[in-house]
């Protein structure tokens, strides 16, 4: 069973917004740090953005600041990546991680995630 399910992602042009949701499978996370990674094709996943549990700390990648918006609620255990002004370089497959119980803090590094999804599609056309 895949302890994350992600979805929202698709086709978009670019300038446009898409919105990915996470939400748990047979877990209860809304105590956990959330974050989202992504692997460009033919690259390395990488760290795009993270929000701490209570949604107090949040960090993100520096090519989407000002562009994609972490969030969490935790009345539903869910966790959202808003994604505007989206670019063809935004292409890739989204990811969501849980980790770091009741944590102040969050991480960019993958090791620090426990739980992960599968990954949704997101495509960025010129």
């Known amino acids: 069973q895949v302890p994350l399910v992600e979805s929202g992602g698709g086709l978009v042009q670019a300038g446009g917004s898409l919105r990915l949701s996470c939400a748990p499978s047979?877990?209860?996370?809304?105590?956990?740090?959330k974050a989202w990674f992504r692997r460009r094709p033919g690259k390395k996943r990488e760290f795009v953005a993270a929000i701490n549990w209570n949604g107090a700390t949040i960090d993100y990648l520096g090519s989407v600041k000002g562009r994609f918006t972490i969030s969490r609620d935790n009345a539903d255990d869910t966790a959202y990546l808003q994604m505007n002004s989206l670019k063809p370089e935004d292409t890739g497959v989204y990811y969501c991680?849980?980790?770091?119980?009741?944590?102040?803090?969050?991480?960019?590094?993958?090791?620090?995630?426990?739980?992960w999804g599968q990954g949704t599609q997101v495509i960025v056309s010129p």
């Open positions: 991680a849980a980790g770091g119980l009741m944590s102040g803090l969050v991480d960019v590094a993958e090791d620090k995630y426990d739980l």
């Open positions: 047979g877990y209860v996370l809304r105590n956990y740090g």
